[in-house]
């Protein structure tokens, strides 16, 4: 905000107030064999003064800031499954799948459009496998998921930024 007494741009919003949540789940969850397991979720939200950069206007200029933008609603489905390999050849061994998908919904405070809220991932996904090995005393495995993509809006601009916790070794 532009500080009015010492005539300079600050990086803070005075009229900030925290974001409020309504939050509705529910879930299905489905046990067999020993460790087995099917789950399916869903979530809904409903918040009050969503926090997400806004333009603050000053006499010179348009900068953006972290403010309230309004209200904003959020959805969620997961799937799990979990999955042992004991009848596979693979005694110890559980298969684990899980998927996300999110959608959310906000007015942009520069656009009046509609878009989802920053920094939220549409869909993710991961792939884990494990097995004890209890003659050896160790275990083993491993995990593939989707990585990370999202988008932060910004007065004027639209960042989109993804990747993967993979690493290579230099």
Same mark, same amino acid.
């Given at each position: ?13 005075p ?36 926090? !997400?950069?806004?333009?603050? *206007? @000053? +006499? ?6 972290? %403010?309230?933008?309004? #209200? ?42 509609t ?16 097995? !004890?090995?209890?003659?050896? *005393? @160790? +275990?083993w ?5 989707? %990585?990370?993509?999202? #988008? ?10 993804s ?8």
């Amino acid at each position: 905000y532009f500080g009015m007494n010492d005539k300079s741009l600050r990086a803070d919003y005075p009229d900030l107030v925290p974001a409020k949540t309504w939050l509705c789940e529910g879930a299905l969850e489905y046990r067999f064999w020993d460790r087995g397991a099917a789950i399916l979720s869903y979530t809904q939200a409903h918040i009050s003064d969503a926090i !997400d950069r806004m333009p603050i *206007r @000053t +006499a010179s200029a348009i900068v953006d800031a972290a %403010g309230n933008i309004g #209200d904003a609603s959020a959805d969620s489905v997961t799937g799990m499954l979990n999955l042992p390999t004991d009848n596979w050849a693979l005694p110890q061994g559980l298969l684990k799948l899980s998927t996300t998908w999110r959608s959310s919904s906000v007015t942009d405070p520069t656009t009046q459009t509609t878009r989802r809220l920053s920094g939220e991932q549409p869909l993710s996904w991961r792939v884990e496998f494990s097995q !004890d090995l209890p003659q050896q *005393r @160790t +275990a083993w495995g491993f995990s593939v998921d989707n %990585g990370w993509s999202n #988008d932060s809006w910004q007065v004027g601009e639209r960042d989109t930024s993804s990747g993967s916790g993979c690493s290579k070794a230099p």
